[in-house]
């Protein structure tokens, strides 16, 4: 059987849009153009906010999953191009480590021309995704210190008992971010500083955005045994590692299923390096 597709060569040479208002290209267009062979270009008066903020001026109205595709055809309907990227942040409590803060890094390339779409993702904890709420000057001041003020933006929310919540954000320095608090104190306005999430006032987030793109690369180069297709790609775990004391099956992940998503074709491939599990983890040994 003739293979049908050429691997992740199908991507090389051709013009890739960048779904983004907030300067994401920055970590994105070298890497892809570098790994792909792609030229990166972004769509002029694209506006992603309609999709939801994270200062909640717009809700989002889907899951990421969702808003990220929908970003990415949004962007492409501006344009006469077949390949897109779109990335989008959530930010809250670890999934699994709840007392921590966690920002969740999706990113999303689609391929209309040959109908391929590939996903990328990163979880980490390092961000500094906080809020406080502002009574003086030295609150002000602490809060700068701890987010890593003026390289991270920072965002002004009041409320007063019979006004509208009110957003001041684009703080360039301290002189002015403090000379808004003062002024916003002195109207005996409830403030409330927030971390401003936006990717380009962000660094540490552009970093996240960084990896959740590197490991989309790295699906993107996983190729289909069946069709050559890229993006083969884990779709699920496999629990039971065995105990290195008992050999009885674990909880723990032995190997991933893999699925072509053009083919339909897949397989489990074990974890690499690791064979037995700790007895710590067993039921049996340790329940
Ligand atoms: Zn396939
Ligand atoms: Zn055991």
């Known amino acids: 059987m003739v293979k ?19 300067h994401k290209e920055k970590v994105i267009a070298p890497i892809l153009e570098k790994e792909l062979g792609v030229y990166c270009k972004t769509v002029p008066n694209l506006n ?25 055809l949004a962007a492409l309907e501006r344009t006469t191009e077949t390949l897109v990227i779109a990335s989008e942040g959530s930010f809250g409590a670890h999934p699994s480590c709840f007392f921590m803060s966690a920002d969740e890094e999706m990113v ?3 391929d209309k021309k040959n109908n391929i779409e590939i996903r990328g993702r990163h979880l980490t904890t390092e ?15 602490e809060f700068e210190s701890r987010i890593g003020f003026p390289d991270h933006g920072i965002i002004l929310k009041t409320k007063g008992r019979t006004v509208e919540e009110r957003i001041f954000k684009n703080f360039p320095s301290s ?29 540490t987030r552009m970093k996240a955005i960084e990896k959740a793109v590197i490991d ?3 699906n993107v180069k996983s190729i289909c045994p069946k069709c050559n297709a890229p ?30 998503e053009i083919c339909d074709f897949s397989c489990e491939r074990e974890k690499e390096n690791i064979t037995q599990e700790d007895p710590t983890y067993c039921d049996f040994c340790n329940p």
Do not use: W
Request: glycine share 6%; net charge positive; proline share 2%.
């Open 4 to 22: 049908k597709f050429n691997g992740y060569k199908i991507f090389k040479g051709r013009t890739l849009i960048i779904a983004t208002m907030h």
């Open 108 to 110: 999303i390339l689609l």
């Open 216 to 218: 989309l690369v790295s």
């Open 175 to 203: 002189v002015s971010l403090r000379s808004k608090v003062n002024e916003l104190l002195q109207g005996n306005k409830t403030i409330t500083a927030e971390t401003d999430m936006r990717a380009m006032n962000n660094p």
């Open 48 to 72: 992603t906010d309609t999709f939801g903020t994270f200062t909640g001026e717009v809700e989002r109205k889907e899951n990421a999953m969702v808003t990220v595709k929908a970003k990415a």
């Open 231 to 260: 993006g083969f790609s884990v779709s699920a775990v496999v629990r039971g590692l065995r105990c290195s004391l008992c050999n009885l099956p674990t909880k723990s992940v032995k190997g991933y299923i893999y699925m072509c």
């Open 127 to 141: 961000t500094n995704f906080n809020h406080q709420e502002i009574k003086n000057i030295n609150d002000m001041k």
